[in-house]
């Protein structure tokens, strides 16, 4: 069934974008996971895909404590440091092999569309590579503002990600809708109250105001 959205107030007044990266924009995750999975078996700790999807939208360091939940043995400090140093080396060499081919033309026309209707659009990701990916798929002229891990104190699903994509934009929080594929992203997205469209995971997620069946959905709501 088509999915129709109400044209209220709220919804028409919108005028920002905030994209979160991975899983919405490209797929990093399998890289994300690989890089993981190598550490862990270094370390003898089970790891799985069920596991890794407890980690979207999770910062690096909290990511590791959730694959550290099943370690036989405790680690400092300046171990668990070292551990995500070694599996951001890994994951980084995955994303050198990344082209401007990993972003769909679905997603580049999309987002030229809401520039063009007028929208600003924003980034709001946990990654600490964010503006190397965007460089590596050539998107990093698109966007009007990046926030990103490297300019947040509290990870997903603390809202400031998504809070100082709006500063940086100089958008009204409640003007600005969150694209996310994260239950923990859609939570940040909610307690910094704005409206979030969920594609991926976050579609079937009952918080999510605008389920989105594809990317270009997004232009539904972006009247
Ligand atoms: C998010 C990913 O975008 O970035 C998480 O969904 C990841 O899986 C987080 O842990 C932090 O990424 P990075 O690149 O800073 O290690
Ligand atoms: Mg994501």
Redesign the pocket.
């Known amino acids: 069934m088509e999915e129709v959205y109400v044209e209220d107030r709220k919804t028409i007044r919108k005028k920002a974008f905030i994209f979160?990266?991975?899983?919405v924009l490209v797929f990093?995750?399998k890289y994300?996971y690989l890089a993981w999975k190598e550490l862990a078996d270094r370390l003898g700790i089970y790891f799985d895909e069920t596991i890794n999807h407890r980690?979207?939208?999770?910062?690096?360091m909290d990511?590791l404590e959730i694959i550290l939940e099943r370690a036989a043995e405790s680690y400092t400090d300046a171990q668990k440091e070292a551990f995500a140093a070694e599996k951001?080396e890994t994951?980084k060499n995955l994303l050198e092999k990344m082209t401007p081919a990993d972003v769909t033309r679905e997603v580049r026309d999309t987002l030229a569309q809401l520039k063009s209707r007028g929208h600003k659009v924003a980034i709001g990701?946990?990654?600490?590579?964010?503006k190397f990916i965007l460089k590596q798929v050539d998107l990093l002229d698109v966007f009007d503002a990046v926030s990103d891990?490297t300019n947040i104190t509290k990870s997903k699903p603390d809202p400031e990600v998504f809070l100082k994509a709006a500063d940086f934009l100089g958008e009204e929080y409640d003007n600005c809708i969150v694209v996310e594929d994260?239950y923990a992203g859609v939570d940040a997205a909610k307690s910094g109250n704005m409206l979030c469209a969920g594609i991926g995971d976050a579609r079937g997620y009952e918080k999510t105001d605008y389920p989105l069946d594809t990317f270009s959905d997004i232009l539904k709501i972006a009247k």
Not at 20 to 23: A, E, K, R, V
Not at 55 to 60: D, K, N, T
Not at 125 to 130: E, L, Q, V
């Open positions: 979160d990266l991975d899983g990093t995750d994300h980690l979207r939208g999770v910062s690096r990511s951001n994951y990701s946990s990654s600490k590579n964010t891990g994260a």
